[in-house]
């Protein structure tokens, strides 16, 4: 008897810029896993109050084969495409099994103000590291049968191999975090290592909350409140960088507006904020909070710069009540 093929096989000559994307969602353990004609959809939530995701487009795989499964009822039926879940810790464990033997990996565990220096001196002096041998960086394959087998991976570097089966779990939901493009009360494009400095700025108070504020004037604020205190860093269209270029590439704000969201939810993006080059940062008519990051990566057959991915993350803000160090503002609100 003829068995099926997989319903998917993918492969990747680069596992650390998948582990790269999937750590910038890795907040907590479970990980919903939607895989499509176009590519695999990962996605983690915290509670109701924020979910984040990341789309591995077909195009970032050197090969990518999906076999649709076989209609439920009759041929004009679409079948659903396969969602489920699986431990995300695990996965990224199994990404990063050949880093684990990495001296430049180890050294950057370690803590201290100056890691990415030390690890930088160590790969550019290592006669025997991937890129001074100009070694792939691990290659990757990703297949899945069906309802109810695992999630298979299979890593392979310098000639070592490794298979890891990942048990796959039904989708406690599928719901996702509303956000209507189409009633937009802020939108603006800014570097992501400006809010990751923002964001660290403003940890320092220890706050409960942050608060974003933007006028129709290219003006936006975060304001961080706690037991502390509060701290607020501004933004306008006209705040230069040492290169001379200003912060905000984009800005529309018909109106001013303002939303305040639990701070550790924010923070919880900060790994995403390191790894991309810009952020698209959004406010529903509702409040609800969408940060849109780009991360540039080396996909073979591409030039430099045409290889890019986007870490989604959607926070939903605070109702009035919600956050004592608002000053009595919670939620999202609009003034003409």
């Known amino acids: 008897m003829a068995t099926n093929p997989p319903l998917l096989t993918a492969v990747s000559s680069s596992a650390r810029q998948l582990l790269l994307l999937l750590r910038c969602i890795s907040f907590t353990k479970k990980s919903r896993v939607r895989i499509s004609a176009e590519g695999i959809r990962f996605s983690t939530e915290e509670g109701s109050l924020m979910e984040a995701f990341v789309f591995l487009e077909k195009s970032l795989f050197t090969s990518y084969t999906y076999n649709a499964p076989p209609p439920p009822c009759s041929q004009d039926d679409v079948p659903a495409p396969p969602v489920f879940e699986i431990n995300l810790t695990a996965l990224l464990e199994t990404l990063n099994i050949f880093g684990l033997l990495d001296p430049a990996n180890a050294m950057a565990k370690r803590g201290g103000e100056f890691d990415?220096?030390?690890t930088h001196?160590?790969?550019?002096?290592?006669?025997f590291s991937n890129h001074a041998l100009a070694m792939p960086t691990g290659i990757c394959t990703f297949?899945?049968?069906g309802s109810g087998s695992p999630l298979s991976i299979h890593m392979s570097e310098s000639g070592?191999?490794?298979?890891?089966?990942?048990?796959?779990?039904?989708?406690?939901t599928t719901e996702e975090i509303p956000f209507n493009r189409d009633s937009l009360a802020l939108k603006t494009i800014m570097r992501a290592s400006s809010l990751q400095d923002t964001v660290t700025e403003l940890s320092s108070m220890s706050p409960e909350t942050i608060t974003i504020t933007a006028t129709p004037t290219s003006n936006i604020?975060?304001?961080s409140?706690?037991?502390?205190g509060s701290a607020t860093v501004d933004f306008t269209t006209n705040t230069p960088l040492?290169?001379?270029?200003?912060?905000?590439?984009?800005?529309?704000c018909p109106r001013k507006t303002s939303a305040s969201f639990k701070f550790?939810?924010?923070k919880a993006a900060q790994r995403a904020m390191a790894s991309a080059t810009k952020v698209s940062l959004r406010l529903d008519g509702e409040g609800v909070l969408s940060l849109q990051f780009l991360v540039e990566l080396d996909v073979e057959g591409k030039e430099e710069g045409e290889g890019v991915a986007f870490v989604d993350f959607r926070v939903v803000p605070l109702v009035e009540g919600e956050g004592d160090g608002v000053d009595g503002e919670g939620g999202s609100s609009d003034e003409d």
């Open 116 to 118: 990415s220096f030390a």
């Open 121 to 127: 001196r160590l790969n550019r002096h290592n006669a």
């Open 143 to 145: 297949s899945y049968t």
């Open 160 to 172: 070592v191999t490794t298979t890891c089966d990942l048990t796959t779990y039904e989708a406690s």
């Open 221 to 223: 604020s975060f304001t």
């Open 225 to 228: 409140s706690g037991s502390l």
């Open 242 to 252: 040492s290169t001379s270029a200003p912060i905000l590439d984009t800005f529309h």
């Open 264 to 266: 550790g939810l924010v």
